[in-house]
């Protein structure tokens, strides 16, 4: 743990290090690059109006993640359940696949409007597919001897899913909200980037169009932390309560 | 009380892509008895007890597997494999009433504890596999297989992975209280079928031999001289290139 903090922190001082060296060596005007020192005053004093921004995406992220998580588990399982939803179903998914998530967020604003919801609904997107699929295909590597078992038991296929397959199937569940947790601030972002009037992406796209440029950072690194603190409750969250499970 | 165990005849031949697995064979598995099906590795001695055990889906038996009294198979058989399949993820007790669990049926977990405490497992109801030795978890296999109360069992080489006093005393145990039910075990061990057969049969790439199997009640005791000799004969036998005519 110690040795951990350690090395983030040298790793932490080695960036800003290297950030200041850059603008210092190139002779950067603040309007291009500010320097670490500039961003850290800026994030001082705006942190209000940052930290009220930042409230509003980390709701979108949280509930898209949820809403997410748990579509997504439903789907898997629903896919698992049945040959014929795998025929229905998978192909659809693929394809709404080859849509990239970012054409779709004019759309979503336009039917769900500039509030929490679009952004919510893009979040909810981009992390439906990598959280089914990374469940789905969990769910269909069930060890063979085990569904042996099961069936000269004589096990209906629902208890067989909910007692043996998700129970198995957990861990790779978990890889998929791993990836759904750095995924859903990038989703919430687009929506905010498409048409908002809060949040981490208003407030970038506005210092931007000012030439706040030190302020843009700000919310940057913010935003940054939040992800890395996502991931990590998230990481924690799957520690705790899926990847043991299936080795426990 | 417990309906009479039917004899089983298996009569046919497989094969896996039209490649033959075994066979034409005839194999009749005495009412009531252990009979011991001995072979090499890769002689189809597993793919024979999966096609009974009616999980097998990619080999083609062309023939029939019928009991004595007439009826279905399915439902009176119950498995036990080499690995123990013990869910990680449930505690002892949960694993050994897997079955009713599965089939929505109600638990009878007096009858568990008391199959648990016959296999001396009383101090180990709540814990969890891994926290159990390997021959403790196969105890717990072999008494999730006793709670089936199945009038077939279908043994596939369930103690090889154990070490030598563990397999002896796995061996006691599973012959006392299999005892009056019809029991086919596969097994590559000739002391393991000299001890536990009623009946031994050795399946090869010509096909299936019978052997008389040394006297004495089962399980015989692993010092019986007779049992030794026979067991000596046994590996004989299998290690003879093609059928001779080896006395037993």
Redesign the interface.
């Known amino acids: 743990m110690l040795t951990r903090l350690v090395s983030l922190t040298a790793v932490t001082a080695l960036a800003v290090m290297l950030w200041q060296a850059l603008v210092t060596l190139a002779e950067l005007p603040p309007f291009i690059l500010p320097g670490p020192l500039r961003v850290a005053e800026t994030l001082w004093a705006s942190r209000a109006l940052i930290a009220h921004h930042a409230t509003i995406t980390a709701a979108e992220v949280l509930i898209g993640l949820a809403l997410g998580a748990l579509l997504g588990g439903l789907s898997a399982i629903g896919l698992a359940s049945s040959p014929m939803s795998r025929r229905l179903i998978r192909p659809m998914m693929v394809f709404s696949q080859a849509i990239p998530v970012f054409a779709l967020a004019p759309i979503l604003t336009l039917w769900l409007g500039y509030g929490l919801w679009s952004k919510v609904a893009m979040a909810l997107l981009i992390i439906y597919f990598p959280v089914t699929s990374a469940f789905f295909d969990a769910l269909m590597r069930t060890p063979q ?12 296929p629902a ?2 899913m909910w ?2 397959r998700v ?2 199937a957990l861990p790779g569940f978990a890889s998929g909200l791993r990836l759904a947790a750095v995924y859903a601030p990038i989703g919430a972002i687009i929506g905010e980037w498409v048409g908002a009037s809060k949040g981490l992406g208003y407030l970038m796209l506005l210092a931007n169009g000012r030439a706040k440029i030190d302020l843009m950072f700000a919310a940057l690194i913010v935003l940054a932390l939040l992800t890395l603190l996502l991931h990590a409750g998230v990481d924690r969250a799957c520690r705790r309560w899926l990847d043991g ?4 | 009380m417990r309906p009479a165990p039917p004899a089983l005849v298996i009569d046919g031949h497989a094969r896996i892509d039209g490649l033959p697995v075994f066979g034409p064979l005839r194999l009749s598995l005495a009412a009531g008895r252990i009979t011991c099906l001995l072979g090499p590795s890769g002689v189809g001695k597993t793919t024979l007890l999966r096609l009974i055990a009616g999980v097998d889906d990619v080999t083609t038996f062309t023939g029939t597997i019928t009991a004595s009294d007439g009826l279905p198979l399915t439902g009176r058989m119950a498995l036990m494999a080499q690995s123990d399949l013990l869910l990680p993820w449930l505690d002892v007790l949960g694993n050994v009433t897997l079955g009713a669990r599965l089939r929505g049926a109600r638990r009878d977990l007096i009858r568990a504890r008391q199959i648990l405490n016959q296999m001396g497992l009383a101090d180990h109801l709540e814990k969890r596999p891994d926290a159990l030795s390997g021959g403790q978890r196969q105890r717990v296999a072999l008494a999730r297989t006793l709670m089936e109360d199945r009038p077939v069992i279908l043994l596939d080489e369930p103690f090889s992975a154990l070490d030598a006093r563990t397999r002896a005393e796995m061996q006691d145990l599973a012959a006392t209280h299999l005892a009056g039910r019809t029991v086919l075990m596969v097994t590559h061990d000739p002391a393991e079928a000299a001890r536990m057969g009623h009946a031994i049969v050795i399946l090869s790439e010509t096909g299936l031999v019978d052997v008389a199997p040394p006297p004495g009640p089962v399980p015989r005791p692993v010092e019986d001289p007779e049992t030794l000799a026979a067991q000596g004969r046994l590996l004989a036998r299998l290690r003879a290139p093609a059928p001779g005519p080896v006395p037993c």
């Open positions: 001897p085990w569904l042996d078992l099961a069936r000269v038991m004589g096990a209906n208890r067989l007692h043996i129970p198995a499970a299936a080795t426990r």
